[in-house]
């Protein structure tokens, strides 16, 4: 963090004269906190010099900033250590965080050049955030970007702003990923929930137990059609992979300097089938599993047994050196309890506990996690399972099963992020199902996203305050494809962005449609594929 000082980046704009004839656009997303728009515009084209000054958070800011623009725009970048000049772009730090917030910013363009002020590196970047949309809605045929005189102020609403990517059902390359995150760093999203195993693929190396990838990255086959109809199909075609640690790396690399902190997401008791392919001994009762083919909850999970906390210290502490995250997502979803019920060391782990039933056997599984992950400085999400038979201590819920989880959560003075299913999950149809591709099901179309207000109305102010924010779950057994993540993502997660981040007295859903539109545009310029008739209203399913 920076405060009270100020660092120049300075990007030098070979001034081009203005054609007043130039639409000027402010399709900002999410919506600054305040905009105004004045009559005058900054034309560049040409050169950009960027000067450096002795501060390796502005270098880190101007390189980043150079790599993205120089994909979009002809531009030429010439390193200098000039000082503050007109006619350019300056980048300060400036001013503490009571005067722009955390994350917030003041974006000044008028016909003497850009200036951003920020207290902060997020700040910063968000500025030019803000400013690369500008400059991608503003470009002219001939490649100057005129910019209307305008200045912002803006701040987020919320501190939690995220984004999820099932990866278990189906596998997308490094590319991809680093591709998704900078989607996230567009809309100014700083949270990317990775969900890295499931029973259908455990996709991150863990070097002191090799056959988590070896044998659970890899299934037979897979499911063809919807998971609800049988008889099932399968394509008889072996299916998987996996990130290797390395790859792991350079992604949290990545995404750290677009601000984004990821969150690896270790999936337990439940949802383990792959992790028990590759160990039987962590089931109840061990059997020849397989890694799972089609889709659904999976009775078989990892037993109570004492070696199978050492099992998970093991996988977490990997996980750990990987992940800067102060959070670790436990999952703790769909775990049923029916191997539990007839395991005699399950029972013997009730009984020695003083536990009334498993879910209170969850519970003790949960709260040893959260005590070895607490021990290592870190702090557990849960899905809002995890609820049921007692929280752990400090721990976050994910409410996913409508929004009472995250209500429960709160009013034990326990932090909450809201996905419900009903506006969060961006595996549902968006558009009429009959012309879209086969989805999961359920009907979330952009309007219902934007509309989305996290906090409950039924929390008082100061409960209201443990609503960290909200995010969209992808999960993917449907999406095979990253051409088909981007089209259930796009345009949901711009309305999500400013559910997230615009305070509700600024959101606009006519406004809201209009910027969108400008938006297709930028999504066909970087290439992502996206739902280009989101506005169609379909009877609820
Ligand atoms: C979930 O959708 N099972 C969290
Ligand atoms: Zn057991």
Redesign the pocket.
């Given at each position: 963090m920076r405060c009270f000082s100020i660092a120049v980046m300075l990007l030098s704009i070979i001034l081009t004269s203005c054609n007043s004839g130039d639409k000027k656009v402010v399709d900002i997303i999410p919506q600054p906190q305040q905009l105004e728009i004045g009559s005058g515009s900054f034309a560049l084209s040409g050169k950009l010099t960027i000067n450096y000054r002795d501060d390796q958070s502005i270098i880190d800011l101007a390189d980043y900033f150079t790599k993205l623009v120089k994909t979009n725009f002809d531009l030429d970048f010439v390193k200098s250590d000039n000082d503050y000049t007109e006619n350019t772009l300056n980048i300060f730090y400036l001013g503490d965080i009571s005067m722009y917030g955390e994350e917030g910013y003041k974006l000044i363009i008028d016909e003497k050049g850009i200036k951003i002020f920020a207290a902060t590196d997020k700040g910063l970047f968000y500025g030019l955030q803000s400013l690369y949309q500008l400059m991608l809605t503003n470009k002219t045929e001939s490649g100057i970007i005129v910019l209307p005189e305008l200045e912002i102020t803006d701040d987020a609403m919320f501190k939690y702003r995220g984004m999820h990517l099932d990866v278990g059902r189906h596998m997308f390359p490094v590319e991809f990923i680093k591709k998704y995150i900078d989607l996230l760093a567009l809309y100014k999203f700083n949270n990317f929930h990775w969900h890295l195993t499931e029973d259908q693929g455990w996709r991150i190396e863990i070097k002191k137990y090799p056959k988590l990838t070896e044998i659970g990255a890899f299934r037979k086959q897979t499911l063809v059609g919807h998971g609800g109809k049988t008889p099932y199909v399968y394509d008889g075609k072996p299916y998987g992979g996996y990130y290797t640690q390395n790859e792991i790396k350079e992604i949290v690399e990545y995404a750290a300097e677009r601000k984004i902190n990821i969150i690896p997401e270790i999936e337990m008791p439940g949802h383990s089938l792959a992790a028990l392919a590759a160990y039987p001994e962590l089931a109840c009762k061990p059997d020849s599993f397989e890694v799972a083919q089609r889709w659904g909850v999976f009775k078989d999970i990892y037993c109570t047994k004492e070696e199978n906390f050492k099992f998970l210290e093991d996988v977490l502490t990997e996980v750990m050196e990987l992940f800067p995250s102060e959070y670790i997502h436990i999952g703790g979803?769909?775990a049923p309890k029916d191997r539990w019920k007839e395991c005699d060391v399950c029972q013997a782990t009730i009984k020695r506990e003083g536990l009334k039933d498993e879910h209170e056997l969850q519970s003790y599984f949960i709260q040893r996690i959260e005590k070895f992950l607490n021990d290592n400085g870190r702090q557990i999400i849960g899905?809002d399972e995890i609820l049921e038979g007692g929280l752990a201590p400090n721990a976050t819920i994910?409410s996913?099963r409508g929004t009472d989880g995250g209500i429960a959560a709160a009013k034990q003075n326990h932090y909450a992020i809201m996905t419900p299913?009903s506006h969060c999950?961006f595996d549902h149809y968006q558009a009429d199902p009959k012309n879209e591709p086969l989805a999961i099901g359920g009907y979330t179309n952009l309007e219902k996203v934007y509309s989305y207000n996290p906090i409950p109305d039924t929390l008082t102010r100061q409960e209201g305050r443990y609503i960290l924010g909200t995010q969209a779950?992808v999960?993917t057994e449907y999406m095979k494809t990253p051409e088909h993540v981007e089209y259930m993502v796009l345009p949901r997660m711009a309305a999500l962005s400013e559910v997230c981040w615009t305070y509700p007295i600024h959101k606009d859903w006519n406004s809201f449609q209009n910027r969108i539109k400008e938006h297709f545009k930028i999504y066909k310029e970087l290439d992502y594929n996206y739902c280009d008739h989101p506005f169609v209203v379909e009877t609820e399913k």
């Amino acid at each position: 963090m920076r405060c009270f000082s100020i660092a120049v980046m300075l990007l030098s704009i070979i001034l081009t004269s203005c054609n007043s004839g130039d639409k000027k656009v402010v399709d900002i997303i999410p919506q600054p906190q305040q905009l105004e728009i004045g009559s005058g515009s900054f034309a560049l084209s040409g050169k950009l010099t960027i000067n450096y000054r002795d501060d390796q958070s502005i270098i880190d800011l101007a390189d980043y900033f150079t790599k993205l623009v120089k994909t979009n725009f002809d531009l030429d970048f010439v390193k200098s250590d000039n000082d503050y000049t007109e006619n350019t772009l300056n980048i300060f730090y400036l001013g503490d965080i009571s005067m722009y917030g955390e994350e917030g910013y003041k974006l000044i363009i008028d016909e003497k050049g850009i200036k951003i002020f920020a207290a902060t590196d997020k700040g910063l970047f968000y500025g030019l955030q803000s400013l690369y949309q500008l400059m991608l809605t503003n470009k002219t045929e001939s490649g100057i970007i005129v910019l209307p005189e305008l200045e912002i102020t803006d701040d987020a609403m919320f501190k939690y702003r995220g984004m999820h990517l099932d990866v278990g059902r189906h596998m997308f390359p490094v590319e991809f990923i680093k591709k998704y995150i900078d989607l996230l760093a567009l809309y100014k999203f700083n949270n990317f929930h990775w969900h890295l195993t499931e029973d259908q693929g455990w996709r991150i190396e863990i070097k002191k137990y090799p056959k988590l990838t070896e044998i659970g990255a890899f299934r037979k086959q897979t499911l063809v059609g919807h998971g609800g109809k049988t008889p099932y199909v399968y394509d008889g075609k072996p299916y998987g992979g996996y990130y290797t640690q390395n790859e792991i790396k350079e992604i949290v690399e990545y995404a750290a300097e677009r601000k984004i902190n990821i969150i690896p997401e270790i999936e337990m008791p439940g949802h383990s089938l792959a992790a028990l392919a590759a160990y039987p001994e962590l089931a109840c009762k061990p059997d020849s599993f397989e890694v799972a083919q089609r889709w659904g909850v999976f009775k078989d999970i990892y037993c109570t047994k004492e070696e199978n906390f050492k099992f998970l210290e093991d996988v977490l502490t990997e996980v750990m050196e990987l992940f800067p995250s102060e959070y670790i997502h436990i999952g703790g979803d769909e775990a049923p309890k029916d191997r539990w019920k007839e395991c005699d060391v399950c029972q013997a782990t009730i009984k020695r506990e003083g536990l009334k039933d498993e879910h209170e056997l969850q519970s003790y599984f949960i709260q040893r996690i959260e005590k070895f992950l607490n021990d290592n400085g870190r702090q557990i999400i849960g899905w809002d399972e995890i609820l049921e038979g007692g929280l752990a201590p400090n721990a976050t819920i994910m409410s996913w099963r409508g929004t009472d989880g995250g209500i429960a959560a709160a009013k034990q003075n326990h932090y909450a992020i809201m996905t419900p299913g009903s506006h969060c999950y961006f595996d549902h149809y968006q558009a009429d199902p009959k012309n879209e591709p086969l989805a999961i099901g359920g009907y979330t179309n952009l309007e219902k996203v934007y509309s989305y207000n996290p906090i409950p109305d039924t929390l008082t102010r100061q409960e209201g305050r443990y609503i960290l924010g909200t995010q969209a779950n992808v999960w993917t057994e449907y999406m095979k494809t990253p051409e088909h993540v981007e089209y259930m993502v796009l345009p949901r997660m711009a309305a999500l962005s400013e559910v997230c981040w615009t305070y509700p007295i600024h959101k606009d859903w006519n406004s809201f449609q209009n910027r969108i539109k400008e938006h297709f545009k930028i999504y066909k310029e970087l290439d992502y594929n996206y739902c280009d008739h989101p506005f169609v209203v379909e009877t609820e399913k």
